[in-house]
């Protein structure tokens, strides 16, 4: 049974910095594809990064570029973003996602749709 388990999100000022974990497992051996989403209110989800377990290839969806940075910890199986400069833009509901799915185009880890695994979500509040 696949589980995913975020923490990390917390209220924090401008220019702050904060690191999300999303602890996986329930995965068999042969691997796969965490992504970060968040979702502010009145808003779609949308995608930050992603990261494969089998190889640690990382992607970008838009909203990480420059200050989120998507990174894996293959022994514990912990997915990590750690968000820095923060601000007030960010604040949303933030998710990770898994799927066992291999995509020829990558980009496909950008959509929430091609995701089959949701942990419940930990909210980032940026406010001064």
């Known amino acids: 049974q696949v589980q995913l388990v975020e923490s990390g999100g917390d209220l924090v000022q401008p220019g702050g910095s904060l690191r999300l974990s999303c602890v996986v497992s329930g995965f068999s051996w042969e691997g796969y594809v965490v992504g970060w989403f968040r979702q502010a209110p009145g808003k779609e989800r949308e995608g930050i990064a992603s990261i494969s377990s089998r190889d640690g290839s990382t992607w970008n969806w838009g909203s990480a570029q420059g200050r989120f940075a998507i990174s894996i910890d293959s022994v514990k199986d912990i997915v990590y973003l750690q968000m820095n400069n923060l601000k007030l833009e960010d604040t949303a509901l933030y998710y990770c996602?898994?799927?066992?799915?291999?995509?020829?185009?990558?980009?496909?880890?950008?959509?929430?749709?091609?995701?089959?695994?949701w942990g419940q979500g930990t909210q980032v509040t940026v406010s001064s």
């Open positions: 996602a898994a799927t066992d799915k291999v995509f020829l185009d990558e980009s496909n880890y950008s959509y929430a749709r091609e995701y089959e695994y």
